[in-house]
């Protein structure tokens, strides 16, 4: 039987974001490491390899799907309601010690992670995500970027078929994979972690790349949401908050914050769970750094108002949500308060037009995916 690493090597293509550099050796631009990789070798995250001189990307398959209430990504200003057909791949260029997908994103790093690739392509995918309803298809789970190709492949035959597209990603980028994907990519979820380059570098990554990504973004018209788990002891700290907090409020004070509650999970399981007074907290942090749009997620009914979208002007409640689930919808079809009639950032649709899900599914079984294993 073969080894998943045997199977994977197997479901490649050439890349496209790479150059050749000299002895054979090769560089490759899909996330911030930029690594430099050697003849017979894989980058840090260990699915991009170098073969003859030539980068070998991931193709043809998929981690798994899932049906996600946009929420969960959580897209909070992006089509309220819709249902996003999310699919993941396999390996990370990070190694978070709390990741709650680590079952894939540790694939080819960690034994203890197993996940049974499935045979896919952009059609099979796209036909899917529509016959369960989905507005929006989504590359989640693991690391978008290490596949960025294979995400451009999908999401080129998903904009065909009249769906948005979005990353739900660590935002580690580079000027050419922004470039790359841009055409293709209508929203775009960073999770950032934490504001001390030394906490980064603890999960294997650096901090600038993820601020550039996230500055990229928001210059190039990419609707963005900005994530971060909120984990005591590792970056709940007021200062580290206010920092990282204002950084954001100097790109632009449109973005919504979503500060989540960490639950014990991976190589953390002896940290304790988030409180809601700590959301509380950094929400209020967010907004005296002056953020118009602060959330407080994954304690649905414990944080107030902190679940709500207010219009910033005249502070009308104008979604009123319970977790995932929207009890009240009253943006306007053009995207405005129904009240004052101030403009809501965001990327709306005409009508709400209610929920299919407001917890995750799996596709049934009409979706035929066939295991690579
Ligand atoms: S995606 Fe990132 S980690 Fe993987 S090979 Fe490319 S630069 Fe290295």
């Not at 150059?19 to 490491?33: P, V």
């Not at 930029?34 to 070798?41: F, K, L, T, V």
């Not at 045979?119 to 596949?147: C, F, H, M, W």
């Not at 009240?328 to 965001?346: F, H, I, L, Q």
Request: net charge negative; with cysteine.
């Amino acid at each position: 039987m073969s080894s998943l690493r045997e199977i994977l090597n197997q479901n490649v293509r050439e890349g496209e974001l790479y150059e050749s550099i000299e002895r054979n050796r090769l560089r490759c631009y899909a996330c911030g490491h930029c690594c430099p990789i050697a003849e017979g070798h894989a980058g840090v995250c260990k699915v991009r390899f170098n073969q003859g001189g030539k980068l070998y990307v991931p193709w043809g398959y998929v981690g798994g799907v899932q049906c996600d209430p946009i929420e969960k990504k959580p897209f909070f200003h992006a089509y309220p309601g819709a249902l996003a057909y999310s699919f993941g791949m396999l390996g990370c260029d990070l190694h978070c010690s709390y990741c709650q997908n680590w079952v894939t994103s540790q694939a080819l790093r960690d034994p203890h992670a197993f996940s049974v690739p499935l045979q896919a392509s952009p059609e099979l995918l796209v036909r899917d995500a529509i016959r369960q309803g989905a507005k929006v298809l989504v590359s989640t789970y693991n690391e978008p970027l290490i596949t960025a190709e294979w995400a451009v492949e999908i999401f080129k035959e998903a904009k065909a078929a009249g769906l948005k597209t979005a990353f739900v990603s660590n935002g580690n980028g580079t000027p050419q994979v922004l470039e790359y994907i841009r055409p293709w990519i209508d929203f775009y979820k960073v999770d950032l972690k934490s504001f001390d380059d030394q906490h980064y570098r603890q999960l294997g990554g650096r901090i600038g790349p993820i601020l550039d990504t996230i500055r990229w973004l928001h210059e190039n018209g990419v609707w963005l949401e900005i994530v971060t788990l909120l984990i005591r002891g590792f970056n709940d700290g007021d200062d580290e908050l206010k920092k990282l907090a204002e950084f954001l409020a100097s790109v632009s004070t449109d973005i919504p914050w979503h500060v989540t509650a960490f639950h014990s999970d991976y190589k953390m399981a002896e940290t304790p769970d988030t409180r809601a007074e700590d959301l509380q907290r950094a929400a209020q942090i967010g907004k005296t750094a002056g953020l118009q749009f602060v959330y407080a997620g994954n304690l649905p009914g414990r944080v107030g108002e902190l679940e709500d979208t207010f219009c910033r002007r005249c502070r009308s409640r104008l979604i009123h949500r319970y977790g995932y689930f929207i009890e009240e919808y009253r943006v306007t079809a053009n995207g405005c308060c129904p009240d004052c009639g101030e403009r809501v950032p965001g990327r709306w649709a005409e009508k709400f037009e209610g929920q299919i899900a407001d917890r995750p599914f799996i596709p049934g079984r009409e979706t035929n995916f066939i295991s690579l294993t």
